[in-house]
């Protein structure tokens, strides 16, 4: 079965340069959530996108910026890196608000593994 | 503040052992609790749990959850080195789907 995409996998940047991630969900998923996991941590809950519009706002810095297209794919955009900002970002798609919990839940993408250096 | 809470951080068993993973959470518009396994790359489902006192099981697996106590318990018996990960505990909002993971607990199997 189809599963989320995100690439690319390994992106290795210096401090104040740009990086985007992409995400490409399940095929039918049209809600995207982008989650940063710090090294030893817990995922952390960044933004989320429902049919190409922002449904909900989490620890995102201000530096980030992110978009859900027609094709319902995400991109995660990030400027100004620091070395902070190394991390694991997961992104992870559902069917969203069909209001029916089998169909809502979430599958993670493989992940994107940011190092600043 | 939401918070999900998990306990023990860490347990080392042997295998065929019996292990429970505990999850207590504190969220002010609860919808589920979900369970995930991660080995050292993206964490993937295990269980959803919307209703008290329904037990949800896949082989070895099982989990429960409790709405009045606000917890939930992971079972996993006879365990094999292959379910050496770490196994999280994340709570869903009702309004906007947003998953609050706990720190999760670092399973070893020994053989």
């Known amino acids: 079965a189809a599963g989320v995409i995100q690439s690319p996998r390994h992106l290795i940047k210096e401090k104040r340069e740009t990086a985007t991630l992409k995400c490409y969900p399940i095929p039918r998923h049209d809600t995207v959530y982008w989650y940063q996991q710090g090294p030893g941590q817990d995922p952390q809950f960044l933004i989320s996108f429902y049919e190409k519009m922002q449904s909900d706002k989490g620890s995102i810095p201000d530096r980030f910026s992110a978009q859900q297209f027609s094709d319902y794919h995400s991109e995660l955009n990030m400027s100004s890196l620091e070395l902070g900002d190394s991390a694991l970002y997961f992104c992870?798609?559902?069917?969203?608000?069909?209001?029916?919990?089998?169909?809502?839940?979430?599958?993670f993408g493989p992940g994107t593994r940011l190092t600043v250096l | 503040e939401d918070k999900v809470v998990q306990s023990p951080l860490s347990l080392v068993v042997h295998e065929g052992d019996t292990v429970t993973l505990n999850c207590s959470y504190e969220?002010?518009?609860?919808?589920?609790l979900l369970w995930y396994k991660q080995e050292k790359k993206a964490p993937t489902f295990l269980f959803m749990l919307?209703?008290?006192?329904i037990e949800k099981k896949s082989g070895r697996l099982s989990s429960i959850l409790d709405k009045k106590e606000l917890f939930s318990i992971l079972n996993i018996t006879a365990t094999q080195t292959g379910d050496s990960a770490v196994y999280l505990c994340?709570?869903?909002?009702?309004?906007?789907?947003?998953?609050?993971f706990g720190k999760g607990t670092l399973l070893t199997v020994n053989p």
């Open positions: 919307t209703s008290s006192g």
């Open positions: 992870a798609s559902s069917q969203g608000t069909s209001g029916i919990p089998s169909l809502d839940t979430q599958y």
């Open positions: 994340a709570v869903e909002e009702g309004s906007n789907y947003k998953l609050t």
């Open positions: 969220v002010t518009n609860f919808r589920s």
